[in-house]
């Protein structure tokens, strides 16, 4: 493998490094050294599917990816990440288990049926309204500021009993922690 180069698939996102100014040719790839010290990124609305290559983002402490057509994509290498937001996509599964640096993850409108963020101990927002095939949340031991779990009709499932919250703004939720 070619360490210089990370490869990226979906033309659509590195058309959108491109714009950014990460990149300089649509060719399949990029060069590592300058996406590895990319901290913020912001691809939202740019039709992208696939976000190979985002392993090389290691320096990663926001990704905003909002609004795109991801169904799964693999965040376990960015672990400096604070913030993720990827609503609005059709991920149906989604794993933050080595993103232990997470305070605020937004998930919304999505198909994901679960969700594990009890590894995720410096949690505060979780947005995860409008999944409505969500049937499961795994939350452990956390400290959540602000939790929205609307129109989760199927939400059944909600192991977290060490779970501290400041507030509860949704009675539903709150209903089903009763």
Known sequence: ADLLYTS????NFEQKLISLGHDDVLDGAV????????T???IEGSGISDLTGIEAFTALTYLYAKNNQLTSFDVSANTALILLNVR??????????ANTALTE???YSN???????????????LL???NPDLTCIYVGDNVIATTTLNENQFLSDIPCADLLYTSIPDANFEQKLI
């Open 8 to 11: 990226i698939p979906d033309a």
């Open 31 to 38: 060069l590592t050294a300058t996406v590895e010290v990319i």
């Open 111 to 125: 198909q994901l049926t679960s969700l594990d963020v009890s590894a995720n101990t410096a949690l505060t927002v």
């Open 105 to 107: 993850l937004i998930v």
């Open 88 to 97: 609005g996509n059709q991920l149906t599964t989604l794993d933050v288990s």
């Open 40 to 42: 913020e990124l912001n």
């Open 128 to 130: 995860v309204y409008n």
